[in-house]
């Protein structure tokens, strides 16, 4: 199985910058992707940014050009770069990762941390 467990959350103010952090131990070497993703109360989770093995990254429309998320292989760590961020960004933030097909065997293949808040003030 894999653990994830997020940090960076908080207060920022708009037009400012956060990072958020998601560490990951446990199985890593069969984790395929990781990425963050975000809810609101009352909303259902959306994806914000996605690394997959090759190293490429997808982002949602709404936070292309001002969020950076990277991924470094030899500590197991997701971060995720937040400039710019807009009052509309506020939402807590879920790390994921899921395991890849060569890793057979686990009735569980998708994880999540356990949240962070990030509050942007206008």
């Known amino acids: 199985q894999v653990l994830l467990v997020e940090s960076g959350g908080g207060l920022v103010q708009a037009g400012g910058s956060l990072r958020l952090s998601c560490a990951a131990s446990g199985d890593t070497n069969c984790i395929s992707t990781m990425g963050w993703y975000r809810q609101v109360p009352g909303q259902e989770r959306e994806l914000v940014a996605r690394t997959s093995q090759s190293g490429s990254v997808q982002y949602a429309n709404s936070v292309k050009g001002r969020f950076t998320a990277s991924k470094d292989n030899s500590k197991n760590t997701l971060t995720l770069q937040m400039s710019n961020p807009k009052p509309e960004d506020t939402a807590v933030y879920y790390c994921?990762?899921?395991?890849?097909?060569?890793?057979?065997?686990?009735?569980?293949?998708?994880?999540w941390g356990q949240g962070t808040q990030v509050t942007v003030s206008s």
């Open positions: 994921h990762a899921d395991l890849g097909s060569w890793c057979s065997g686990y009735l569980i293949r998708d994880y």
